[in-house]
């Protein structure tokens, strides 16, 4: 490689790093600077071709695109969601993290977007943050069999970057509706990103949490509380306390619900 070629390189790394690469997705390595596009076309269709469709065939891209009206199951909107090309996140991620708990559960949990771990696994909340999060709902005798949580985009950001507000609102039908198919009684909104899209507000999540807010969805009003993200309490510990507060109030509703 000549002087010129590695700095070039270099740059070029640099730029990757700035716009949040920070794995190869690729299974066969591409020299950028020798290959000509047409052998750089050649060697993407020889990587596409030797590596087989690990999608679902559910997630397979339909011949004719199907209105969420006719959505009748949380199952059904998850293989529309996987067939979604629609969210140019889709296109950087390893899998689509649709949910995760019980699709018959009356608690609905939203965060703002998949991490690393998340991508890797396929579900939301299974990194630090998500451990973090079940001990927190353990607390008030919660665990993932009696809630549902799922996050505003489906697919990870590059370098865990905060979604942009279009890459939310692609998603945002699909989480109404969602949100409507499950039917909860409580929502809980985890950190700011996510009480801002759900509530439509400016507030920041100080000012939002601790406070019963309702969400119109369809002919109905949820009760809808928002808390700590639990990446920023992984960051900032001394802050549980409000997180806590915040877990007493949901644990008096669902209590006033049962009685």
Known sequence: MTGSQAKAAAGLLSWYEAMGVDEAIGDVAVDRFAAAPEARAETQAKSRASRPDSR????????RPVSLDQVTTLAELEALVAQ?????????????????????????????????????????????????LDRMLGTIGLDEASVYITNTIYWRPPGNRTPTALEIESCAPFLARQIELLSPDVMVLLGGAAAKSILNVTEGIMRL??????????????????????AYLLRKPEEKRYAWRDLLMLKARLEETRS
Request: hydrophobic share 30%.
């Open 56 to 63: 679902p065939r559910s997630a397979q891209p339909s011949a």
């Open 209 to 230: 949490r601790g406070k019963w807010k309702i969400y119109r969805n369809g002919d109905r009003d949820i009760p809808t509380l928002a808390t700590l993200h639990p």
């Open 84 to 132: 979604f090309e629609g969210c140019a996140l889709k296109r950087t991620a390893k899998n689509t993290c649709f949910s995760r708990g019980s699709d018959t559960a009356k608690i609905m949990l939203i965060g703002e977007a998949p991490g690393r771990d998340e991508d890797i696994q396929g579900k939301p909340f299974v990194g630090r943050a998500g451990k973090l």
